[in-house]
């Protein structure tokens, strides 16, 4: 069964920092092709960073430059670190696979981690 498990969310001021983690376990972070998503409160869900098997990394032009997706191979763990934080960066922010991991369901989902940057 799948879980995907994130924390490090928190209440930060702009231009601050957080390393977001996704601990999964059911599936390997190593041989799939892995993303970070965020929701607004009101809005759509959106891809923010991505990383491919072989380690490239993608990312939506409103964070290149600021987000760094990484993986820890042998944890089984994804990472996101977030740099110069702006107050349009707050959300629920998700880790899944992508397209994301689906059962007989549907798609699963943790249950996020808040990100508030407010000062």
């Known amino acids: 069964q799948v879980q995907l498990v994130e924390s490090g969310g928190d209440l930060v001021q702009p231009g601050g920092s957080l390393r977001l983690s996704c601990a999964a376990s059911?599936?390997?972070?190593?041989?799939?092709?892995w993303a970070w998503y965020r929701q607004a409160l009101g809005k759509e869900r959106e891809l923010v960073a991505a990383?491919?098997?072989?380690?490239?990394?993608s990312y939506a032009d409103s964070v290149s430059g600021r987000f760094t997706i990484s993986r820890d191979n042998a944890k089984n763990t994804l990472y996101l670190r977030m740099n110069t934080l702006k107050p349009v960066d707050t959300a629920v922010y998700y880790c899944?696979?992508?397209?994301?991991?689906?059962?007989?369901?549907?798609?699963?989902w943790g249950q996020g981690t808040q990100v508030t940057v407010s000062s």
């Open positions: 899944n696979t992508h397209p994301p991991v689906r059962d007989i369901r549907g798609e699963i």
């Open positions: 059911g599936i390997n972070v190593s041989i799939n092709r």
């Open positions: 990383i491919t098997v072989g380690g490239v990394s």
